[in-house]
């Protein structure tokens, strides 16, 4: 199972690398996103990464990416969620925590919102899919 979650940041559709011209900081920062203990972190963490001012990271994002800083943390959060949920048994509120969430119906309610099913629901059809 640890194959599939390690495989999806790979294939994964939602575009990482950005407009053509992205500042490599920013590009690495992002890509260091990825990571569970920086997801934890949050926006914070990746303004660490970045080492640029809240304003200039913001600006950056939205040139580059499209999004604000919170948005991009809350995609790679759901993203990072819904690849555990499909291949773990993990408890929802471990991964809703793993994931940098730290309520479980907050994380919930923004999971639902994202893919129209709750994490147990997206669970057993994701599962479903993996059996023969």
């Given amino acids: 199972m640890r194959f599939w979650i390690d495989l999806l940041p790979l294939i994964s559709p939602a575009d990482r690398t ?7 900081w920013l590009a690495k920062a992002c890509s260091a996103m990825r990571s569970e203990d920086n997801l934890r972190g949050g926006v914070p963490r990746l303004l660490e990464l970045a080492a640029v001012s809240p304003a200039h990271l913001s600006r950056s994002m939205r040139s580059a990416y499209g999004v604000t800083p919170t948005a991009f943390v809350a995609d790679l959060r759901l993203e990072h969620a819904a690849s555990l949920l499909a291949a773990t048994n993990a408890p929802v509120a ?3 925590t793993r994931c940098g969430f730290t309520s479980q119906s907050y994380f ?6 994202a893919h129209q099913l709750s994490p147990r629901d997206f669970r057993r059809r994701s599962q479903r899919a993996f059996v023969p």
Avoid at 108 to 113: G, L, S, V
């Fill in 18 to 24: 950005g407009r053509p011209g992205t500042p490599q």
């Fill in 94 to 96: 471990t991964i809703a």
């Fill in 108 to 113: 919930t309610r923004c999971f639902t919102t």
